[in-house]
């Protein structure tokens, strides 16, 4: 049952969304580089709590379907996380698809690094 309406909506929305975001964030760089790479460099700090792999759960829910779900969680330190969870942390995986990362990165940076596109 799509409502295809209300999917092209939300879809020209969220692309106009993103291009009116990466124009100011433009204008922001142009402006104010510094200022600009610090809040970015803060926005990328401050998610590392989210996206670390490594968290021992304080606190458990039960959701409306009757799961129970993370409600409060910490990050601990690979060399820990074995010890607090009994889960292998899998740093080698970790390490591997990270530097898999960088370099994706790095090879789209110097083949298209110097393009710029207009739009």
Not at 85 to 93: I, K, Q
Not at 95 to 103: A, I, N, R
Request: aromatic share 12%; proline share 3%; net charge negative.
């Amino acid at each position: 049952n799509l409502d295809i309406d209300i999917i092209l909506v939300f879809i020209a929305g969220a692309a106009a969304g993103l291009m009116v975001f990466s124009r100011i964030l433009y204008w922001l760089l142009q402006r104010f580089h510094e200022a600009t790479m610090a809040m970015l460099t803060g926005f990328l700090f401050g998610s590392l709590a989210v996206v670390w792999p490594w968290k021992r759960v304080l606190d458990w829910v039960v959701d409306s379907h009757g799961q129970l779900k993370a409600a409060q969680q910490v990050p601990v330190f690979p060399q820990h996380y074995q010890e607090v969870t009994g889960h292998d942390p899998l740093v080698l995986l970790c390490v591997v698809l990270m530097v898999s990362g960088f370099l994706c990165l790095w090879l789209i940076e110097s083949k298209w690094g110097g393009a710029r596109l207009e739009l």
